[in-house]
């Protein structure tokens, strides 16, 4: 699986920083009369340039950096989810359409239980009855049981993060096509769990990747090098803008 040549760069709009933004001042105070009165103007942010990154099947892959240098954009250019800020392209990009992905944020839906968010991508595959049951299973695994009639307001944000993850696993081992090599793209997956939680997912993570039907490929962004170290046989560390790999180390 590659990407090649990839371009990506954000629109922003100049008032989004109005308030806060030390250097949208100053790139105000250098415009040029035209464009200091178009204030509807809007200017990029360039985050890759012509950026290549190949994986193995079957890898696990920790990518990490500073905040700011692509992580989380790059995990989008690969899957195709993106914001319509974000513009991009690439010359080649043989990652496969199927993907699960846990967000950065955990995107519950309000109005539905823990339950029923997990069970949600399930529902073409088996119905909803056995959606749930397997769903179930899931939310077990990752310490939810007792949660599971639970609404997301009604819990934690680490709680709230594990259903995530709960429904990025159960999608991945039950709708992949066949043919296909299950992809799993994670964003900040322990983010927000005490340490024996943490590493109560990590187990959970390693096993599920050990056992699964067949090879999965997984990618997954962090701030810790020692989540890196724990999980991960291949660790990524991006720098710069444009972003740039600073560091490639297989384990």
Do not use: W
Request: aromatic share 8%.
């Amino acid at each position: 699986m590659k990407i090649t040549n990839l371009n990506a760069e954000y629109i922003v709009k100049p008032n989004a920083f109005a308030n806060s933004s030390t250097a949208a001042n100053n790139a105000s105070q250098n415009s040029t009369k035209a464009n200091t009165n178009n204030a509807a103007s809007n200017f990029t942010i360039k985050i890759f340039e012509n950026f290549s990154l190949e994986i193995a099947d079957g890898s696990t892959v920790a990518i990490l950096g500073a905040s700011g240098t692509g992580k989380s954009t790059l995990l989008s250019c690969i899957s195709g989810v993106t914001s319509g800020n974000l513009k991009y392209t690439s010359e080649e990009n043989t990652f496969p359409e199927f993907c699960a992905v846990d967000f950065q944020k955990s995107l519950l839906l309000p109005h539905l239980s823990i339950l029923e968010n997990a069970a949600l991508p399930l529902y073409d595959m088996y119905g909803k009855k056995t959606a749930h049951k397997v769903a179930a299973v899931y939310l077990e695994k990752v310490g939810l049981s007792q949660k599971k009639e639970s609404l997301p307001s009604e819990c934690s944000g680490g709680e709230c993060g594990r259903a995530a993850l709960a429904r990025a696993f159960a999608f991945l081992e039950n709708c992949c096509p066949d043919g296909e090599v299950p992809l799993l793209l994670l964003d900040e997956p322990f983010k927000s769990q005490d340490n024996e939680t943490k590493e109560s997912l990590i187990k959970y993570f390693l096993e599920l990747k050990k056992g699964a039907r067949k090879p999965v490929t997984a990618i997954f962004v962090t701030h810790s090098p020692d989540e890196a170290e724990r999980a991960a046989d291949r660790i990524i560390t991006l720098e710069g803008r444009p972003a740039g790999i600073k560091s490639d180390v297989s384990r």
